[in-house]
C-alpha cells in the first residue's frame, strides 16, 4: 500500500509539508517551526488550537502572501480567522472528507489527548491524506482505514514512549516519522529512536527539520 508521487518534508516539530504533482499541502505551522512554514502552500491543515500548532500571524503571511491559499480545520481554529479571509477558511470535523491541492483527505478524530485530568479537553482532529499518510495532531486517533505512513508525535506533555510505541503497533504502518520533537533533546533521541524502531513493529524514521523523502 505504498503511496507513489509524494514528498514529505519534515518542518521543525508538528509541522510537515506534503508536495505532489507540483502542489503542496502543510499541516500545522505553528509557533515551535519556521516562521515561513506555510508560505507558498496551496493548502493548509491545522489539527487543533494550541500555539505550537496554530499560530494566526504566519498564518495571516502565508494567506497574504497567496490569494488561492485555503486553510482547513476545526471550528476552534476557523472562527479564529475565517472573517479575515472570506471563502478560504474551511470548518472540517471527524467523518468528513474533501480535497486540498489535489490531495484527498480524511478527517478522524474529535479531542486532544489528555494532558492532565484537571485541565479541560480541546478539541483536536487527525487528517488521512491520499488514504495513506496521517498526521493525528495531539490524540493517539487510530484511523478505521489502513495508514501506509504514519506521523507519530513521539514527545509531548501529554504521553509517554510506552504510550507512542503501542500507537505505532495499534496502527501498524508500513514507516512511522517522527514529528512533534521540538522538546525532545539530542541526548534522548537516540533512546526514543531505539525503543520505537525495535519494539513499534514498523520501519522508523526521522527526519531533521528541512529533510525530505519520498514516500
Known sequence: MATTGIKLTKQSHACVRLDKA?????????????ADAAVGA?????????????DESRLRVAMEADPATEIWTLAAVADQVAAAFPGRVHRVGHGDTF??????????GELHAVIHPDLPRV??????????????????TVPDHPVDVLLAPVMAPWNKI????DYVREVAPRRAY???????????????DGHIGRLGGAEHVRLAPGESAEL
Open 178 to 192: 517522527d514529528v512533534h520533537d521540538a522538546l525532545l533533546t539530542d541526548l534522548a533521541r537516540p533512546i526514543y
Open 123 to 140: 478539541t483536536n482532529v487527525g487528517y488521512l491524506v491520499d488514504g495513506s499518510v496521517f498526521h493525528p495532531g495531539d490524540a493517539l
Open 22 to 34: 507540483g502542489r503542496s499541502l502543510v499541516i500545522d505551522p505553528g509557533g515551535f517551526g519556521e
Open 99 to 108: 480535497e486540498a491541492a489535489g490531495f484527498s483527505v480524511q478527517v478522524h
Open 42 to 54: 496551496d493548502a493548509i491543515l491545522i489539527t487543533h488550537e494550541h500555539p505550537d500548532h496554530f
Open 162 to 165: 510506552a504510550e507512542v510505541i
